[in-house]
């Protein structure tokens, strides 16, 4: 997409710094796409057109035109195809995490059911009829309010929802049926009020190379009064995080289990979380509508 604001394509710094980084790049995207441009053909090696909506054929059309250029690796900067790229990989013998690995990640109802926490309630449904499945209404009754209702499959926060009891949850769920976001069904699980955070990692064998946390300070889905309308996109981030170091480390050793548990390896991962229980919460100290990581304890 291109920004008027700055005056150029989105992407266009990625590929940038992998020219600067001596990288030769071989594109697969639509064939109107910005980058086949002959003003940018200095950013890239060779541009092949790919119908990019059949994701089922994609994988095997990019093993296809690569198998002879003796590629190290493919990467791609967007959710909707990173489990077309992983098995792209596979066929192709290139270095990669799991497809197994990857798939969990990506479907939140699968990472749920293997990240479990026993304070975290999770309910996926397949469709809309299962509101009304009377085998259900047992488990809709047990849950606790308020609850996050999201895709299963989703990014940038879409039609990710709050909701604070049946009705509104029930009305959520039927939303995101009418948006078109129930293709993989829908995840209901626990709110956690506390500081979210985002985690940058680098993993080699298992091991931690390098780890930042970033704080992300609240959006308007979190007030204590938000309807299921408020958004959830994320508004200001600060790096590095405010919590205190014993949090620091319960995060790091918490978010590295879940992504072990996950198959990760090695590589980079981008992982967001909330601090449950935390010591620290987002206050307005001065009276000045300016958001502060503070104690708890300052808020009494």
Same mark, same amino acid.
């Given at each position: 997409?291109?920004?008027?604001? !700055?005056? $150029?394509?989105?992407?266009?710094?990625?590929? *940038?710094?992998?020219? #600067?980084?001596?990288?030769?790049?071989?594109?697969?995207?639509?064939?109107?796409?910005?980058?086949?441009?002959?003003?940018?053909?200095?950013?890239? !090696?060779?541009?092949?057109?790919?119908?990019?909506?059949?994701?089922?054929?994609?994988?095997?059309?990019?093993? =296809?035109?690569?198998?002879?250029?003796?590629?190290? +690796?493919?990467?791609?900067?967007?959710?909707?195809?990173?489990?077309?790229?992983?098995?792209? #990989?596979?066929?192709?013998?290139?270095?990669?995490?799991?497809?197994?690995?990857?798939?969990?990640?990506?479907?939140?109802?699968?990472? %749920?059911?293997?990240?479990?926490?026993?304070?975290? !309630?999770? $309910?996926?449904?397949?469709?809309?009829?299962?509101?009304?499945?009377?085998?259900?209404?047992?488990?809709?009754?047990?849950?606790?309010?308020?609850?996050?209702?999201?895709?299963?499959? /989703?990014?940038?926060?879409? +039609?990710?929802?709050?909701?604070? @009891?049946?009705?509104?949850?029930?009305?959520?769920?039927? @939303?995101?049926?009418?948006? +078109?976001? $129930?293709?993989? +069904?829908?995840?209901?699980?626990?709110?956690?009020? /506390?500081?979210?955070? =985002?985690?940058?990692?680098?993993?080699? &064998?298992?091991?931690?190379?390098?780890? @930042?946390?970033?704080?992300?300070?609240?959006?308007?889905?979190?007030?204590?009064? #938000?309807?299921?309308?408020?958004?959830?996109?994320?508004?200001?981030?600060?790096?590095?995080?405010?919590?205190?170091?014993?949090?620091?480390?319960?995060?790091?050793?918490?978010?590295? &289990?879940?992504?072990?548990?996950?198959?990760? %390896?090695?590589?980079?991962?981008?992982? *967001?979380?909330?601090?449950?229980?935390?010591? $620290?919460?987002? !206050?307005?100290? %001065?009276?000045?509508?300016?958001? &502060?990581? #503070?104690?708890?304890?300052?808020?009494?």
């Amino acid at each position: 997409m291109y920004d008027e604001i !700055q005056g $150029m394509y989105g992407l266009r710094g990625f590929f *940038e710094a992998a020219q #600067a980084l001596g990288m030769s790049l071989i594109i697969f995207d639509e064939p109107n796409h910005w980058l086949k441009k002959d003003k940018y053909s200095h950013l890239r !090696q060779e541009f092949i057109p790919v119908d990019m909506s059949n994701i089922a054929g994609l994988p095997r059309r990019m093993a =296809d035109a690569l198998k002879d250029k003796h590629v190290d +690796g493919i990467v791609t900067l967007t959710d909707s195809f990173v489990i077309a790229t992983a098995e792209a #990989a596979e066929i192709l013998g290139i270095p990669t995490e799991l497809l197994w690995s990857m798939k969990k990640a990506h479907y939140k109802h699968e990472m %749920r059911r293997l990240v479990n926490k026993p304070n975290i !309630q999770a $309910m996926h449904l397949t469709s809309v009829d299962k509101l009304e499945d009377v085998k259900m209404q047992e488990s809709f009754q047990s849950l606790k309010y308020p609850l996050i209702v999201k895709p299963s499959r /989703g990014q940038f926060s879409r +039609g990710v929802k709050k909701v604070g @009891e049946d009705a509104a949850m029930r009305q959520a769920v039927l @939303e995101l049926d009418k948006e +078109g976001l $129930m293709e993989q +069904g829908v995840l209901i699980e626990t709110y956690v009020d /506390g500081p979210e955070l =985002d985690a940058n990692f680098v993993l080699w &064998d298992g091991q931690i190379l390098f780890l @930042e946390v970033t704080d992300n300070l609240p959006c308007p889905g979190d007030k204590s009064a #938000a309807t299921s309308d408020e958004s959830f996109v994320e508004t200001v981030q600060i790096s590095n995080s405010g919590l205190p170091a014993n949090e620091l480390s319960i995060i790091r050793n918490s978010l590295h &289990d879940s992504l072990l548990q996950l198959g990760f %390896r090695s590589g980079v991962f981008h992982v *967001e979380a909330r601090m449950q229980n935390s010591s $620290m919460q987002y !206050q307005d100290l %001065r009276g000045d509508n300016i958001l &502060d990581l #503070a104690s708890v304890s300052k808020s009494r």
